[in-house]
């Protein structure tokens, strides 16, 4: 190894470091990856390189962003063929570093105290993905999966669905990362789709939702009336006597379609 930064190191709470350090695992979730000589590659927080090496050693074109001045440092010297762009991912523009090359994997051991956001902001890319692989706290990758009528249904299951198909793949326990975070993960497989019944406005529907969900245990009628009082004589009431988490992803897209309407005639 050029430097040994992998064993000096010390993990930076404030970026969510825990490297991967269970070689099983770590095939596992490469083998689950599955890269090709001809697949364009991004990853997200590269770290110490656990995941980075297999993948260059697939001959797959690789772009690797990391945060961490130190780290990037380390892995421009241990892969000098790696294409490493030292920034923060939440504000990278995934349209401009892909341009017209056609649809990347994205994969990443991310950060747990960003991943919503970092998911978030991906989705905003969809168009750029194939597909995604993602090892997160397995509470998100609950949350990401739930259906209506449980606990875990929330604007993230509903936003992320919308636009992906949400495959959890396998639990990886605390003791395969260095240091060992409090929390179980799950590696998650997200493909982008295009959801059959569309939102004229994605924006819409998610400040639909969040409103919805602000106030879980109210009636819809109740959550919505901050946002949108003006607008709730348009809504059917069958759905405003309803609790957010009994609505599925097609009654939300119905219902921001009638408030994008709305908010068209009403600017017309
Ligand atoms: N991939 C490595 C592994 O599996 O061992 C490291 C994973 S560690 C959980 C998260 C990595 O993301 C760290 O390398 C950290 O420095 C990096 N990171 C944290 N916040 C980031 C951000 N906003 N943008 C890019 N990288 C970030």
């Known amino acids: ?26 095939d596992k979730i490469v083998r689950a990856i599955n890269p090709q000589p001809d697949d364009i590659i991004i990853e997200i927080g590269p770290g110490l390189g656990a995941i980075t090496e297999h993948l260059l050693n697939s001959g797959s ?3 690797a962003i990391e945060i961490d001045r130190d780290l990037a440092s380390h892995l421009r010297s241990r892969f ?3 294409t490493l762009v030292e920034n923060d991912a939440l504000k990278t523009d995934f349209g401009q570093l892909l341009g017209n090359t ?3 994997k994205f994969v ?7 991943s919503t956001p970092i998911i978030f902001h991906l989705l905003d890319f969809a168009k750029h993905c194939g597909s995604m692989h993602f090892m997160l706290q397995k509470e998100v990758v609950d949350r990401m999966a739930a259906t209506p009528d449980s606990k875990q249904y929330g604007k993230l299951s509903i936003m992320v669905q919308y636009q992906c198909e949400v495959r959890p793949l396998f639990h990886i326990p605390p003791t395969a990362f260095n240091p060992a975070p409090k929390v179980d993960s799950t590696l998650v497989q997200l493909i982008p789709r295009i959801f059959p019944h569309q939102a004229s406005d994605r924006h819409t529907l998610e400040k639909l939702v969040s409103s919805a969900f602000s106030q879980r245990r109210k009636t819809l009628r109740n959550a919505l009336k901050a946002n949108w009082s003006e607008q709730l004589v348009q809504l059917p009431g069958h759905y405003l006597a309803m609790r957010a988490e009994q609505l599925s992803i097609d009654d939300y897209v119905t219902l921001s379609n009638i ?3 709305t908010n068209e005639t009403t600017a017309s």
């Not at 040994?4 to 010390?10: G, V």
């Open 1 to 26: 190894m050029p430097d040994d930064l992998s064993k000096s190191h010390r993990a930076r709470k404030r970026f969510g470091q825990n490297f991967l350090s269970d070689h099983n695992i770590i």
């Open 61 to 63: 074109q690789l772009t």
């Open 80 to 82: 000098p063929q790696l």
């Open 102 to 104: 056609h649809k990347a």
């Open 108 to 114: 990443g051991n991310l950060p747990y105290n960003i």
């Open 259 to 261: 408030l994008s309407e």
